[in-house]
Structure formats: structure tokens, C-alpha cells
């Protein structure tokens, strides 16, 4: 597709119509003050190519080495290893230059790779539908409660502590505006989010419940039981997984009364990354599907009877119905689902599951041979994917930077989301923490 | 375009059939010649309070979506089931098999501020 700027001409009419004799003209709401005018920007002066690669390699190195240090960090952005077909693909100019598809006559690839993210993701949850993808894990909570108020009306949620802080801080400013309200839910001793509150708060009001499995702490949740109970009083259970490869193991969400499931799907084949670009993903009940937020494909075929694809149910989208629209949202992450795309096929049912039980041994090795160091514990006793709570002996902030003089980043520290667990960190194990990394990480744990 | 003269009209192009306390609401033809090909309606609960004037439902096309507003305040007592998945009747049949709801009225004088035929006819005309 071809940029044409307007022409000289062009931006003359266009201002004769409005009635405006120049451009300056279209921006004097503008405070004086607040005007660059014929003021110059005080920049630095213009380095060389060679230059600016220098300068910026300085600025990166001001970062740890993730090649070189030993993480631990998890909550939230996973490193898992990402096989090299994945950049290679996503690179080709057919993927990494396209447009929004619109046309589904010249936008079949990006059609049907988006068609198999979303196939892939309700085979993962268990769901009957899921849209192109979200901006990422806590945008497509927001999206999600939003959702849940469009269908059953109502106002209050039920949300768990243990869900990602960010994600509740996303949610917040969502919400905020708006009359729906977010009352959090206490986690019990074992960290799990405590179900009696939710039973003794649940009234006709209560829109939407919503838990993270597994939730912030590792720690999977028993939800079954709870799904059933909401199902009579209209309210709905969203499930939040911020950790998706827990799914090649675990029973997925939509069998497990689920109305929706939203998450990040960084953990398959994104770098972890802050700020991102990750992708979140979007997946609910076929009956809920005029609900949905975002872009959907969907498959069909052409007048000559050829399977092909192009986004579908649009009129719930922005571009046609505006104001009333489900959502804001008009696009999706259509790079970084390709790569997730990519890693699911690579991985496969069985590679997935493989992956995930490899995570979870190494965290359960990890669990085993902190929880015997003298004064040390696991925080909560309850089954964990690939993260665990440990709780120190010193504040956990101190544990972190004491561990960071050995290169290692031993894990998040708890006491800025949650002020009564500053002696703990939450670390988190996967494929890529060697069994050699996890000895020296007790070692040097040992030391402070 | 067929505009029966027994019934009542809104300038949202909702038909209401009066029966006693009760009423019959739907789109008309005009509306649903606007419209183009119907492929989903939304539709309230049985029970549902309608406000005078607000939207009670969604009328899905290959074009678009267009809110369907209450012609009266009222309490839904049916809904047409067979839209759900014959929603073509809205196209085919507007007046009859592509009826919407069945209310029973909650306020006295229903007929104020609805249109007659022929005052509507002059609406459409003045929207062609």
C-alpha cells in the first residue's frame, strides 16, 4: 500500500472549505506558551550512525546481561526459549508489513493465521471462541469485565488479591468513569483466594467473580465447585492465566465453568520484554459471542466454493457501530499472535504438556531445596505451576540486591503489592533455570 | 412498501398492534428494506420493564446494527423464539411472523405520541 501525502493544493482547498487561511490557524487553541513556533528544541547535536549504535549500546548495558545473570523473575513475563522458526517467519515482509485485513481478498495469510491463533487458544481453554488477540494479559481482563456487565447488566465483581496487581490496576482505570465496582476478595493462609467471601458477598448485584489460576502467588486454584454455584445466580466466572503453559497440564478453564478466560500469552515464543509488545487473548461461550470485544476471523468460503477466511460478526466493532460498539478496541497484536501462533504448532499437544511438566519439576526442585534452608520456608502450602512464595529470613529487598552482587535476579520481592508479605519473593522456575543455576542460587541464599 | 392502517408507529420505525392492555411490537417494512438482510435479533427477557423511548433490543444486518426503542412503557410478557433462529422472518413477514415482543402496557393512554399511518408515511417519505 502506497502513502500519499496531500499535495500543496489539496491542503489549499481543504482550508478555503473550512473557512481557515492557514494551518497555524487550525492549531491557535493552543496557549502561546504551549507552542513550539519559531522556538528551536534544545537537542543535542546530530551524531553519525556509528554514533547513535554507541550511544545506545551504552544505554543498554546499564541493564543486566540477561545472558549473563541468572533470573528468577517470573510474575507475570515468563522466559521460555524460543525456537529460531519463529523469528524467522514473523520477519518475512508478507507478516511484519500488513495491514489491519480488511480486504480478505489480498489478506488471506494474516486472515488464517489469526483464524488458527483462535482455534489454538479455545483448544488451550477449553472455550468455544476466542477473538485475534488483546494488547495484552490486563487489557483483556478490563475488556473481559466489561463484557460480563454488557450481558448480565449488573455492577459489582468479586475480584481476587491474588490476581496480578497490575491487572487489577489496569482494570481500575477501565473502570474508572464508569458505576461498576471492584470489591477485592482476601486470600486465605494456604494462598488461595478465600471462596467463603466470595459465598457470603455474592448478591444480585455481583456481575462477575474473578480468579487467576495459577494465581499471582504459583498457587492453582480449585474453581469447579464455585463455577457451579454462580451459574444460578447469573453471575459470571472469569478466569484469569497469566502463565499459559500451566494449561498443557492442567484441565483447561472451559471445563471448569469458566464464562470467560483471558490471559497473556507472552510465555509462547514472546521475549520477555518491559512494557512489552506482548499479546493478551480473549476466549468465552459461543452464546456470549456478539460480546466480544476485538476482531474476530472467521472461516467461509468463496464464490467459487474455496475454503477462505475474513473477520466476522464486525458489527459489534467501532468501525461500524461506533459509540455502541463492544469495545474500543480495533485491532489486535497481529505480530506477536503470529509468533504465538507459531510456537503452539511448533510445540504441539504433546510438546506443550512435555514443556509444562518440565517447568513444573524444576520449580518443585527449586520448592524442595529452599524450603530446607535454615531460615527459610514456602510461604503458602498448596499445590504451584512453575512459582513459589519463599519467605526470607531478612526483608526480601534486601535478599534481592544482596543476590544481585552475584549476578543472579532471585525473584520479585512481594512488599510493594502486598505489604504483608515483605520477607517473601516470588520466584519462578522454567526450562531454562538450570538444575547447576538453582544449586548456585541456594548456595548464595544461604549467604545472606 | 406496505404501511397496514390498523396499527400504530414510531419515527424509530417500531409497529405496535394494541389488543386490549396488551400490544405486538416490531419493525416495520420500511425499516426493514433500510436495514437489508437481517442476521441476528436481540431480544429482552420475558419479564423485562421497557422505558417509553429507550432501546429494548438490537437488530443485527449484513450493514449494520440498529437499536430497537421502546414505543410505549411497558412490561415484556413474549418473545419471538423463531427469531433466534429465523431471523429472515424480519425481511419476509415484518408485520407478522417477524413480530418481536408481546407487551402488556404500564402506563394509561399508549396511543399518545404514536403515529398513525399516514403520519407516517409522511416521516418515510421525508427519509427516502
Redesign the interface.
Known amino acids: 500500500m502506497r502513502f500519499i501525502p496531500h499535495t500543496e493544493q489539496d491542503i489549499r482547498e481543504m482550508l478555503e472549505t473550512i473557512g481557515v487561511q492557514n494551518v497555524d490557524q487550525l492549531f491557535a487553541g493552543i496557549p502561546d506558551n504551549l507552542q513550539l513556533g519559531n522556538k528551536h528544541l534544545d537537542l543535542p547535536p546530530a551524531l553519525s550512525e556509528i554514533e547513535v549504535i554507541s550511544a545506545l549500546r551504552q544505554i543498554q548495558m546499564r541493564n543486566p546481561d540477561p545472558e549473563e545473570t541468572s533470573s528468577f523473575l517470573g510474575a507475570g513475563a515468563y522466559r521460555h526459549y524460543s525456537p529460531a522458526v519463529i523469528a524467522s517467519l514473523i520477519q518475512r515482509g508478507e507478516f511484519s508489513t500488513s495491514y489491519t485485513p480488511y480486504q480478505a481478498e489480498v489478506s488471506q495469510g494474516t486472515l488464517q493465521a489469526i483464524f488458527e491463533f483462535q482455534t489454538m487458544i479455545t483448544m488451550l481453554t477449553g472455550m468455544d471462541v476466542a477473538n485475534a488477540s488483546m494488547y495484552d494479559g490486563a487489557s483483556a481482563l478490563a475488556e473481559a469485565v466489561l463484557m460480563s456487565n454488557r450481558i448480565n447488566k449488573q455492577k459489582e465483581y468479586l475480584i481476587a488479591s491474588s490476581v496480578h496487581p497490575e491487572y487489577r490496576q489496569t482494570t481500575e482505570t477501565y473502570l474508572r468513569g464508569t458505576d461498576l465496582r471492584l470489591i477485592n476478595v482476601p486470600y486465605s493462609s494456604d494462598g488461595k483466594t478465600d471462596f467463603e467471601f466470595i459465598r457470603a458477598n455474592l448478591n444480585d448485584r455481583t456481575s462477575a467473580v474473578i480468579l487467576q489460576s495459577p494465581n499471582f502467588f504459583g498457587i492453582v486454584e480449585e474453581y469447579e465447585q464455585l463455577g457451579r454455584e454462580l451459574k444460578d445466580q447469573n453471575t459470571l466466572l472469569i478466569v484469569v492465566v497469566v502463565e499459559p503453559l500451566s494449561l498443557g497440564i492442567l484441565k483447561p478453564p472451559g471445563e471448569r465453568e469458566a464464562d470467560i478466560v483471558v490471559g497473556e500469552a507472552q510465555s509462547f515464543g514472546l521475549p520477555v520484554s518491559y512494557g512489552g509488545p506482548y499479546a493478551g487473548f480473549f476466549a468465552t461461550r459461543k452464546k456470549f459471542v456478539r460480546q466480544i470485544p476485538g476482531r474476530l476471523a472467521g472461516e467461509t468460503i468463496d464464490r467459487k466454493g474455496r475454503r477462505s477466511f475474513v473477520l466476522t460478526l464486525s458489527t459489534r466493532e467501532q468501525f461500524i457501530r461506533r459509540e455502541k460498539a463492544t469495545s474500543n478496541i480495533c485491532t489486535n497484536q497481529g505480530l506477536c499472535m503470529l509468533a504465538v501462533t507459531i510456537y503452539l504448532a511448533v510445540m504441539g499437544k504433546q510438546g506443550l504438556r512435555e514443556l509444562a511438566l518440565l517447568n513444573l519439576r524444576k520449580a518443585d526442585y527449586l520448592k524442595n531445596k529452599l524450603s530446607k534452608m535454615k531460615g527459610f520456608s514456602v510461604r503458602f502450602n498448596s499445590d504451584t505451576f512453575n512459582e513459589v512464595v519463599l519467605r526470607c529470613p531478612r526483608p526480601a529487598t534486601e535478599v534481592r540486591d544482596a543476590l544481585l552482587e552475584y549476578n543472579i535476579l532471585a525473584g520479585l520481592p512481594l512488599g510493594d503489592y502486598y505489604q504483608e508479605l515483605a520477607d517473601s519473593l516470588l520466584i519462578c522456575t522454567t526450562e531454562l533455570n538450570t538444575v547447576e543455576a538453582i544449586d548456585r542460587l541456594a548456595e548464595k541464599l544461604g549467604t545472606v | 412498501m406496505e404501511i397496514p392502517n390498523d396499527l400504530h408507529y414510531t419515527i424509530e420505525h417500531e409497529w405496535v398492534r394494541m389488543k386490549n392492555n396488551r400490544a405486538t411490537i416490531g419493525i416495520t417494512d420500511f425499516a426493514q428494506g433500510q436495514l437489508g438482510d437481517v442476521v441476528?435479533v436481540?431480544l429482552p427477557a420475558e419479564g423485562t420493564e421497557l422505558t417509553k423511548g429507550s432501546p429494548f433490543g438490537v437488530v443485527?444486518?449484513v450493514k449494520?446494527?440498529s437499536?430497537i426503542y421502546a414505543p410505549v412503557t411497558a412490561k415484556v410478557v413474549k418473545v419471538n423464539k423463531d427469531l433466534e433462529s429465523q431471523p429472515e422472518l424480519v425481511n419476509s413477514d415484518p408485520y407478522g411472523q417477524g413480530w418481536m415482543i408481546e407487551i402488556e402496557f404500564l402506563n394509561s393512554n399508549p396511543e399518545q405520541n404514536l403515529l398513525s399511518a399516514a403520519q407516517y408515511i409522511e416521516q418515510c417519505k421525508d427519509q427516502e
Open positions: 441476528f436481540e443485527e444486518s449494520t446494527v437499536d
